[in-house]
């Protein structure tokens, strides 16, 4: 069965200080892996997208990078935190023979910029 | 813009009532409309989906209805239980390769016992 593990559940940082989040996909090769993120009661905004390892688009710029250092390893960062940062973000990933018909999401990770 | 539109915000119902959500798309080229259900704190899950080829689909107590000519389509859940109370979410694809789903503003729904 295929498992999705963000880390960590939750994160609250300074403004200005740096950010790693990290997601991990079990039991399906070479997947379609995103990153979305989620304000406090709103919608999902994709932020990144990756077809394969070293490979990944962005799809709307919020001073983060992404990066896919392993087929089943999908890493969101920045360098420098901002307020408008805080929210929720999610890894998900979708078959690549079915395209992005069905997305999977992990549980999310929590962060909190203060 | 938003391009997949939601109403309502929010909506209360009773248990055993039928919750109708709605939603509505600009992009004609978008062909896959899936429903995801999010409770708190959790990652969203896909609860029942349709293309642009039906106009119906149902899954138990969930059912969409979809109307192409305007761009619409509803969730309806029937017989509505307290654990249903979560945000729905309304997503749209043209399989753009990679580009995924564009979400919707979601419903909130609270069923009342």
């Known amino acids: 069965a295929q498992t999705i593990h963000q880390w960590p559940v939750a994160e609250i940082k300074a403004v200005g200080s740096p950010l790693s989040l990290g997601c991990t996909i079990k039991g399906k090769s070479s997947p379609n892996l995103y990153w979305y993120w989620q304000a406090t009661g709103g919608t999902l905004q994709q932020l990144f997208y990756s077809i394969t390892v070293g490979q990944v688009e962005s799809v709307v710029q919020l001073n983060l990078s992404a990066s896919r250092p392993k087929d089943d390893q999908f890493i969101l960062s920045t360098e420098k935190l901002l307020l408008s940062h805080s929210g929720f973000y999610l890894c998900?990933?979708?078959?690549?023979?079915?395209?992005?018909?069905?997305?999977?999401f992990g549980h999310g990770t929590k962060l909190s910029v203060l | 813009q938003q391009q997949v539109r939601q109403s309502p915000q929010s909506l209360t119902v009773w248990e055993g009532e039928t919750a109708i959500l709605n939603c509505s798309y600009e992009d004609s080229t978008f062909n896959y409309f899936p429903w995801y259900q999010q409770f708190p704190g959790e990652g969203p899950a896909l609860l029942i989906s349709i293309s642009s080829v039906s106009d119906k689909k149902e899954d138990g107590r969930f059912t969409i209805f979809f109307n192409k000519r305007e761009k619409k389509l509803s969730l309806h859940i029937t017989d509505s239980q307290p654990g249903d109370s979560a945000t729905y979410f309304c997503a749209a694809s043209s399989y753009q390769g990679g580009r995924a789903l564009i979400f919707g503003t979601g419903t909130t729904v609270s069923v009342s016992p």
């Open positions: 998900a990933w979708s078959l690549r023979d079915r395209g992005p018909e069905r997305l999977f």
